[in-house]
């Protein structure tokens, strides 16, 4: 396996006043950018809250240039791509992710949409009203409330006190002083001396740069604008308080005149804090039966304030008692560590590993806040600023310990050369030996299948393992196992191994992505937690907050696809008849042979006949899902009528002609909600187009009614596209598929799904023809298939659904 290739990142300020970092990073397939503007919703006028956030959502609302369909998010979606934005109290974020070819393009429209916002008044009307039913989610929200809640305990005239969201009522469009306001807002903030771009992708430092300069042209020059400082989050006679509720105990500290290092100070701490090994904070009280869980995260950071929450959840009856004065015991133990050498150079070494993985938008947003990689000689010096405002004592119990070494960021010893054994040198590859056959002979007998699809070179990889089960695991063993498995989660991502293991109805999926050296390593510590029949399943009741409506339906999609099975805790039992296959790609020879061992000690049998998931065709299934929330919210599947990859590529096409579309009508024309999305899905190998929205006002039987007009609707509107988008758009889509172009974790995806499918090992080179071979007339015949329901429609909803062909699901 090749030395990982270590991105080059390059820093600087262009004639015109824009701030720019550029990172030359040659094995990615995508590219990002992510544009910071210092300025947010504590900037805005005390008369007009939500300013800010209003301003973000117009500027996506089109230019003279690139009108709405035309505009940054149509373009990112026509290319596979993301976009999105973010406005926070000092700061609003634009950032997208496309593939190279598309990059150029995509930086046009951000920068011109940045420059050149409309402010249409017809279009700030039915913009305000998705800002007010985001309001209305958002204050009915039991998690939204409890954040803000959380700065309470702050300084009544901070701006983190106050109403910044924006609603039908904070933002009086007819008013002239709020247009003048809303102009003035622009002018100021949105200018070169205001912005920091950070450009990152495979081209090198000087094309990356050309891009900025293009970029900043059609910008307005302006200098850095001073934004002030507010209040002290605290009276002087205090820096901390406490919130207490069933279940839980929220600490947070409040930091005044911190040094500029702070923010990776913060993070420095957080991270060791959160630490679950034995010795730390957590083991403590976890052992005493006082605290289940711990997370400390920054809340705030502007101008040398800081507010760092730690939030416990508790197990049932506990209280309170002791846990702040442990908290401080611990960090005034911390503090002891001087330098804090050994752990600053294991913290290094993750953000390294994290970065070697890490996706193009990832790494833009991460360069976008210019924090050093680590804990710098100046974060030394914030961090015991921190520690003493915190409080942390002197005389510090005797028993904390600093956690044990990740084992996963121990450079593994090198293996011999693939296809070798001893004896043997490169001019013998082509002789096998009676070993090496035998070992093949039991490759080619396995149920893990090792896939050449992708190129074996490169330092990632990607390992699937399923079993399925007589039975579905209960909910309670499933908590139990995620618990005990979150200590090996939290090393492997550290390590550079994105590792999971999801419970889907009578089937359990482990998944690895990422650096293929520590992965063997990892399955071996994962299989052996999966193999010890030491689980204790907690009779507690979840303290959770519980996810909104879409994100549960989302939740639910997977496993009311599957035939339903009855629950077992019985830990022996489901393992007892459990069968299992799995899919390896992207693996050098030697990661395949250190993974031999591991594979070895796979539990249950191997499941060599695979069956795929059963069709529903014609069929209209309605599963009512009860999500405690007041909010409607309803998910339509729509499965191909069959697995060919003919029928996958229409499928596709049409997901992908519907996308925009789709949005502008429900969302912006109709404005039934504020989550409104479509595109393609596959569930377990399952090819089908998803539809959601979630709405404040308007029933689930209301909302599928609005998604069968636009589908009803669809054939005209595949009648009305030209040839020559037609063709562009065809062109756009095959493009996403080419395996050279394709993330590795986004093509061992496609590939896991193709083999739950059925589909040969060539599946990521058909894919793209069989795109190109769908005309207009075959995509006409595959709307009407979706209409007539030929390959079932599944439907998810907060609600019971209407009468025939509907019928209630199990």
Known sequence: MPALNHPRLHTETLANGLRVTLRHAPDLKRCAAALRVAAGSHDVPLAWPGLAHFLEHLLFLGTERFPAGQGLMAYAQVHGGQVNAQTCERTTDFFFEVSPQAFSGGLQRLSDMLAHPRMNPDDQRREREVLHAEFVAWSRDAMARQHFARFDGVCAAHPLRAFHAGNRYSLPLPQTEFQQALKNFHQRFYQTGQMTLSLVGPQSIDELKSMAQRFGADLSVGKKVSQQTPVPLMEPSSNSYQQAGEGRLDLLFAFEALPDSSAEALAFLCHWLNAAKPGGLLAALRAGGTADSLKATPLYRFGGQALLHIEFTLPTHATHAG???????????????????????????????????????????????????????????????????????????????????????????????????????????????????????????????FSQALPDHTAEGAVYLRWRLDSAPGSKLQSALENRLQPLRDDARQAGVEFSLSASGNEWLLKMTGLQEPMPIVLEHALKELTNADVAVSQATSTSTPLMPIRQLLKALSERCLEQTPESDDWQQLWANARWEGLATGLSARTQAAMGLALSRVPGNPDKQLTPLSPICSQHLWHCIDTGFSEHALLLFCPSATRSIADEAAWRLLAHLCQTPFYQRLRVELQLGYAVFSGLRQVHGQTGLLFGVQSPSVAPADLLGHIEQFLNALPGMIDGIDDLTFVGQRQALADQFVSTALPLAQAAELLWQGKLAGHSSDYLTRLPEAILKIDRPALLDAAQRLNKADGGWRCLASSPGPSAPWQAAN
């Not at 510090?396 to 040198?425: V, Y």
């Not at 013998?428 to 030996?433: E, F, K, P, V």
């Not at 056959?437 to 396995?446: A, I, L, N, T, V």
């Open 323 to 449: 846990i702040r004065e442990q908290l401080l015991d611990w960090l005034g133990f911390f503090a002891s560590g001087q330098d804090w050498s050994a752990l600053r150079e294991e913290y290094a070494a993750l953000l390294r590993r994290q970065q070697q993985v890490s996706a193009a938008l990832q790494l833009a947003r991460l360069d976008s806040e210019q924090l050093e990689s680590g804990l710098s000689d100046q974060g030394v010096v914030a961090l015991k600023e921190i520690l003493q405002q915190m409080g942390a004592v002197d005389n510090f119990s005797s028993h904390w310990q600093l956690p044990t070494a990740n084992p996963f960021l121990c450079a593994e010893p090198q293996a011999p050369s693939a296809g070798l054994i001893r004896g043997q040198t490169s001019r013998h590859r082509g002789l096998r030996t009676f070993a090496q056959d035998r070992m093949r002979s039991r490759r080619e007998h396995s149920p893990m299948h």
